[in-house]
């Protein structure tokens, strides 16, 4: 093979050549052979693991493509596929999940929204007495992760305040549309971190696109690791 310097390893993607040399010392590039004065001497098999290692970064993100490459350059290909392979599991977990959020709004937003709560926090019974459900309900969705109401520090009792109820309120109509309490706690974090169910809403659009432009990097890193082992047999 023809050899390379490092400058011209990061000139292709616009890195320094200290990068490179710190990508190998990390082991997501083979070990380079040394001129007798010390200077490395990579080939096309180092510029094909550096542009898989690039490659996978937004596929898998930056740890699990170090560890790809260097179980790889390990000659642990079992582990670098099992790697490869929980990466997929979770964009398969993430699809699922965009897909349970989107029922879920869309189930609340065919139903009319309850009135906004405002007022001092209400204990189990109170809050359960709103929704008319029993306040063995109300604990379950607590122990599911869909309400994470404070505690009195002098008494111990749990404290709904505003957000709270709001939360409550959602999963009281999301458990009437047969959702698993897993997928409303999900549904009620998302709306929690995003404000609301119309933020919500907008946001899952993004999240969308975001899913989609990892599966694409999959793919582009796929045809790129596939080059780098030919090289490497």
């Given at each position: 093979m023809a050899t390379l310097r490092p400058a011209d390893l990061a000139r292709e993607h616009g890195l320094s050549t200290q990068a490179v040399r710190n990508y190998e010392r990390e082991g997501f590039l083979p070990a380079a052979a040394r001129t007798p004065s010390g200077y490395r001497v990579y080939t096309e098999m180092h510029a094909a693991a550096l542009r898989a290692f690039l490659a996978l970064v937004p596929a898998y993100g930056h740890a699990a493509a170090g560890r790809i490459m260097k179980a790889l350059n390990a000659g642990d290909r079992e582990?670098?596929?099992?790697?490869?392979?929980?990466?997929?599991?979770?964009?398969?977990?993430?699809?699922?999940?965009?897909?349970?959020?989107?029922?879920?709004?869309?189930?609340?937003?065919?139903?009319?929204?309850?009135?906004?709560?405002?007022?001092?926090?209400?204990?189990?019974?109170?809050?359960?007495?709103?929704?008319?459900?029993?306040?063995?309900?109300?604990?379950?969705?607590?122990?599911?992760?869909?309400?994470?109401?404070?505690?009195?520090?002098?008494?111990?009792?749990?404290?709904?305040?505003?957000?709270?109820?709001?939360?409550?309120?959602?999963?009281?109509?999301?458990?009437?549309?047969?959702?698993?309490?897993?997928?409303?706690?999900?549904v009620v974090r998302q709306v929690r971190t995003a404000g609301g169910t119309e933020e919500l809403a907008l946001a899952l659009e993004g999240w969308s696109s975001r899913l989609t432009e990892r599966g694409l990097a999959m793919l582009d890193a796929a045809a790129h690791l596939s080059r780098y082992l030919q090289l490497a047999e």
């Open positions: 582990g670098a596929l099992a790697l490869i392979d929980r990466g997929h599991l979770r964009l398969v977990r993430d699809r699922e999940t965009l897909d349970a959020v989107r029922s879920a709004i869309g189930h609340l937003t065919a139903e009319p929204a309850p009135a906004r709560f405002h007022g001092p926090p209400l204990t189990v019974g109170e809050l359960a007495r709103r929704l008319e459900v029993t306040a063995a309900t109300v604990r379950n969705w607590e122990d599911a992760g869909i309400l994470t109401p404070e505690r009195d520090p002098a008494t111990g009792y749990r404290l709904f305040r505003d957000e709270d109820v709001r939360d409550a309120e959602l999963a009281h109509l999301l458990r009437r549309g047969d959702h698993p309490l897993e997928r409303i706690a999900v």
